[in-house]
């Protein structure tokens, strides 16, 4: 009798072995491919995400370059003149070199401002804003000619007054798309104001 019981026994447990056994070898090749695929999605978004990085890096150091070379290049063309140089100024007015230092911070500023503000997709969506952002760049351009080269101390103050009111106006514009480039104007406009009155004291002197 206990011959049989054990072998009644072994013929039930057969088939629970063989369909353990079976559904252990139909359920593994689903879960490595599953595990597979999920490895080459994160590999494809980490690859993703490295030429994104790229690509930005790239765009930053265009929109950082150009203006900087741009206005380095209207520096040594007419960035110098000697009746500025022997003036005599009050302690607030900065020396000639100072002022083209700070022209090119301000430059690299609002090369930053423009690539977030470019970056956040404002450019696409208010083409306004590109010609309000190029507006103030061909401004801070016009200052240095004017006032060191043709001496017109009048359209010079015009022109740094145009400067003060096209960055507060870019101030207000990217202050809506990011608070990182609207505080970065704000140094920019304090120079704009300083060239405002160098413009001032020049014009009186």
Same mark, same amino acid.
């Given at each position: 009798?206990? =011959? ?23 359920? =593994?090749?689903?879960?490595? =491919? ?10 494809? =978004? ?7 990085? !790229? ?69 696409? !969506? ?48 990217? !202050? ?30």
């Amino acid at each position: 009798m206990e =011959t049989q019981n054990l072998k009644q026994r072994s013929t039930r447990d057969e088939p629970n072995a063989n369909a353990t056994a079976a559904a252990a070898a139909y359920d =593994t090749p689903e879960r490595d =491919t599953a595990n597979d695929e999920s490895d080459k999605g994160a590999g494809q =978004t980490r690859q993703k995400r490295r030429i994104m990085a !790229k690509r930005g890096l790239k765009s930053l150091s265009v929109a950082l370059s150009i203006p900087v070379i741009i206005t380095l290049t209207n520096i040594y063309m007419f960035g110098s003149n000697d009746t500025y140089k022997l003036s005599n100024r009050p302690n607030w007015v900065p020396p000639i070199w100072a002022l083209h230092m700070a022209c090119l911070g301000s430059a690299s500023l609002l090369g930053l401002c423009g690539w977030i503000v470019w970056a956040e997709g404002e450019f696409h !969506k208010n083409p306004n804003t590109v010609g309000l952002y190029l507006g103030q760049f061909g401004l801070s351009l016009l200052w240095d000619p004017l006032m060191f080269k043709m001496g017109a101390n009048w359209a010079g103050l015009l022109v740094a007054l145009g400067m003060c009111y096209a960055l507060f106006r870019c101030y207000r514009v990217f !202050k809506r798309v990011n608070d990182i480039a609207a505080d970065l104007v704000l140094p920019c406009l304090g120079w704009a104001a300083l060239l405002a009155f160098v413009s001032l004291k020049l014009l009186l002197t």
